[in-house]
């Protein structure tokens, strides 16, 4: 199995999806790829010059309207109709990120009356060795990496916004998905199209003022394979639990998605019955909000391994 390494440059980056897009790289099923990653806003530091950042490179819309993504990647094995399990197996921060609260639209903002005036913004320093970050203010909290944005195009024409999350994955924003965690996505087109980008340092469950610590990531190790299993919605397995998502327009729609996706998965693990496994998930499921910003918000349904006692001693 072979191992790549990608750098963020002019022709590997793209601030979209579309199944038009060309490649930057074709793998086979099995290898890994070890990205280095702006941050979302494609900045080269936490910098301003005028109140603004300083970008990477010159962005051309609208293809690069979004998130920094690096990408897309050609799996040659992959199929629409199948799903791509990608292992997160390293991920480590840059030395810098931000992070903001309130002074701009959103339904959040506008909710809480925060949406006039200037946002109150931090600029983080972070320590990727203790896992220590630090605003400029003197905040201190402990990080939790992980990426934002791991996910494909749909199979439709035209360009689509980084910013909603959909079946085939996207802006999931889930802070579950550290390493040692595989996330499956289905396959929405022939060869995948997969990218990713949007390193986050530290977030909480719903993601609230619209942003997490945005950071560059030093190190995005991932390893990808093609399996035949058919998904109609990703799935994860952490290195403490079993999660499902849902992404809605509705809130309440979305937990029903990221439920029934629970229910699915533990008739295919324990061959449990539909009902008899709603009436344990009443008891040992944790229902989640992933995030409330993007458009659509998202849900996760969480069983943590240790839950089902009888399972997990049998699994010992």
Not at 118 to 137: F, H, M, P
Request: glycine share 12%; aromatic share 6%; with cysteine.
């Amino acid at each position: 199995m072979a191992t790549y390494t990608i750098q963020p440059k002019r022709s590997t980056l793209h601030g979209s999806f579309s199944r038009e897009a060309t490649p930057i790289l074709t793998i086979h099923s099995g290898d890994t790829v070890r990205f280095e990653t702006l941050d979302a806003d494609w900045n080269t530091g936490p910098e301003q010059i005028d109140g603004k950042r300083i970008e990477f490179c010159t962005r051309e819309h609208p293809q690069d309207s979004g998130h920094a993504l690096i990408g897309p990647l050609y799996i040659a094995e992959a199929k629409a109709g199948q799903s791509l399990a990608i292992h997160i197996n390293e991920l480590r921060v840059g030395t810098w990120g931000w992070s903001e609260g309130g002074g701009f639209t959103s339904a959040v903002n506008n909710r809480l009356g925060m949406e006039e005036g200037e946002g109150y913004g931090l600029v983080w320093e972070l320590d990727a060795a203790n896992l220590i970050g630090t605003s400029n203010k003197g905040h201190k909290i402990r990080l939790h990496p992980f990426m934002g944005v791991l996910g494909m195009p749909p199979d439709e024409s035209g360009i689509h916004s980084t910013i909603p999350p959909r079946f085939c994955g996207g802006n999931i924003d889930c802070k579950e998905l550290v390493p040692g965690s595989t996330l499956y996505l289905p396959i929405p087109v022939d060869g995948g199209l997969l990218s990713v980008g949007d390193g986050h340092a530290a977030q909480g469950d719903g993601e609230v003022s619209g942003l997490a610590i945005e950071c560059p990531m030093e190190l995005v190790d991932l390893t990808f394979t093609v399996e035949d299993q058919a998904l109609s919605f990703p799935r994860a397995q952490t290195p403490s639990s079993k999660i499902t998502f849902g992404f809605h327009k509705d809130l309440h729609e979305a937990s029903m998605i990221a439920l029934a996706g629970m229910i699915d998965w533990m008739q295919e693990l324990y061959g449990y019955e539909r009902k008899e496994a709603l009436n344990l998930a009443s008891l040992i499921v944790d229902l989640r909000i992933t995030q409330l910003v993007n458009d659509v918000v998202g849900v996760h349904a969480v069983l943590e391994n240790d839950r089902l006692v009888d399972i997990h001693e049998k699994l010992k």
